[in-house]
């Protein structure tokens, strides 16, 4: 028989490829629909990490911690503080604190049916915790403070449950923290009124408002990053004039974002920041790895438990960039140009480490995104038409966390070489001389509120976005 005869007619080689076909399109379709959707992680289309309502209070149960909550703001000032002001506070401070060891430890087993509700006892309970320790007269040098086990224990409870540090975190101040302006109307920052405030200022509203405008402006990038990763394939000609434009676009927000974090300067004063509202936000190991820190009084081995306080870095959506544009914070791979010694002895683990600080459907959205196989990096390197608009789009970081240095030196790194001034009242001399030697002098590195040294920190994020671009590697 003739080999030709073997061979299938043109009519089968038709079928067969449009069988072949019909094949390719199915599975690229079953490819996309195993893909999670972000609303599986509690990511909003549009409103992203925020919830679309304000969160509920806690049922009757839970009343003393919301009283508790409600009163502080009144109640309290910073132990360090002795201003006329804050001293006018002593009593009614020892009043709560006195309550609050009062209470009994409350079980949250009632909570944990809804997620709304455990995020809301996680920020009532947090803000409580750093009410509670900084508030008090600061304790003697080595001397470590202690969180009553009513605060800590539940707090650690509800904490396991929505797989978030047990401490103040973005998400309670930023996230979590708001009410509607009008309820009738739906969510946007002119629509949104942040509620709890340690300092009682326009300044620290205003600090949370500018942090909730970046976080909006953040998820259309949360657009672009889903669309990306759900393109049938990225071979043909559309998907990347697509993936082209959207890279454009994300240069855009980055931009935008960079507009407004620089806005801040407008609208929250450096001094109201670093000495009224900051000393709020530290958290146990503020003052560094050799300070005595914070015992979680009912908790076994709370010295483990992660309890530095809230931070910018905490920030998923600033994370999702991160993933999707392939910055390598840990220096992994061999970029250039190399990392200066300063890089090197900076702190390559933080933003791995600050995920722990995020509500845990919000770290695993973060974990599936780096999960994804198709690096838009990569893809960028390969097909020369995308390198441009890739590179931009890192610059475009890599100028954001330039500004964001120049802020933190401003706000944080100046500012601790100051003392407080007359508008918060004259501070008294054995005031003076604790912040002469423990900030003023600049005894020990200018720390963030996690405890980082802040100088390395910083200059280490822009320096591994820099290593991004393609033109150099």
Not at 67 to 76: P, Q, R, W
Not at 173 to 189: C, G, H, K, Q, R
Not at 302 to 321: E, I, R, T, Y
Not at 410 to 428: H, I, K
Request: proline residues 7%; glycine residues 6%.
């Amino acid at each position: 028989m003739n080999v030709i005869d073997l061979l299938p007619s043109p009519h089968q080689y038709f079928s067969l490829a449009v069988e072949l076909l019909q094949s390719t399109i199915t599975n690229s379709r079953r490819t996309v629909d195993k893909r999670p959707s972000p609303v599986d992680f509690d990511v909003d289309v549009n409103t992203g990490f925020f919830p679309r309502q304000p969160l509920p209070h806690l049922p009757p149960a839970f009343a003393v911690w919301e009283t508790a909550l409600a009163e502080a703001g009144d109640m309290l000032s910073l132990g360090e503080d002795d201003s006329e002001a804050a001293v006018a506070k002593r009593a009614s401070g020892e009043h709560w604190r006195s309550q609050v060891l009062s209470w009994p430890v409350i079980g949250t087993e009632p909570l944990e049916s809804n997620l709304r509700l455990l995020q809301r006892a996680h920020l009532v309970l947090a803000w409580l915790v750093h009410y509670y320790v900084h508030s008090a007269p600061p304790p003697a040098e080595g001397v470590a403070s202690v969180v009553p086990k009513c605060l800590a224990v539940p707090l650690v409870e509800v904490s396991r449950h929505l797989g978030i540090a047990p401490v103040l975190t973005f998400a309670d101040t930023v996230l979590w923290n708001w009410e509607f302006v009008d309820a009738s109307l739906p969510i946007s920052i002119e629509n949104m009124r942040f509620v709890n405030l340690f300092s009682g200022t326009e300044d620290e509203r205003n600090f949370y408002t500018t942090s909730a405008r970046a976080e909006f402006r953040g998820i259309e990038m949360l657009r672009i990053i889903d669309e990306y990763n759900n393109l049938p394939n990225l071979s043909d000609l559309t998907s990347i004039s697509k993936v082209g434009r959207d890279l454009g676009r994300l240069a855009g927000i980055i931009n935008d974002i960079s507009d407004i974090i620089q806005g801040v300067r407008a609208v929250v004063d450096p001094h109201v920041f670093y000495w009224d509202l900051r000393p709020w936000f530290e958290g146990s190991d503020a003052k560094g790895p050799e300070a005595p820190g914070w015992i979680y009084e009912g908790v076994p081995n709370s010295d483990k438990l992660d309890l530095s306080g809230p931070s910018a870095g905490q920030s998923s959506v600033m994370h999702a960039l991160d993933i999707f544009l392939d910055v390598d914070h840990k220096l992994r791979q061999r970029r250039s140009p190399a990392p200066s010694d300063g890089n090197k002895r900076a702190d390559h683990g933080f933003m791995e480490r600050m995920r722990r600080y995020m509500p845990g459907k919000h770290r695993e959205y973060l974990a599936s995104l780096a999960a994804t196989p198709r690096s838009v990096r990569d893809l960028a390197q390969r097909t020369p038409a995308l390198r441009e608009p890739y590179d931009t789009a890192v610059m475009a970081l890599k100028k954001l966390r330039d500004l964001h240095m120049r802020i933190a030196c401003l706000y944080v790194v100046t500012m601790s070489r100051t003392m407080p001034d007359a508008r918060a009242g004259c501070p008294v001399a054995s005031m003076m001389d604790r912040l002469q030697s423990s900030r003023a002098a600049g005894k020990g590195p200018t720390r963030g509120t996690g405890g980082n040294e802040l100088s390395l920190l910083l200059k280490a994020g822009r320096d591994a976005t820099r290593r991004a671009v393609l033109k150099d590697n």
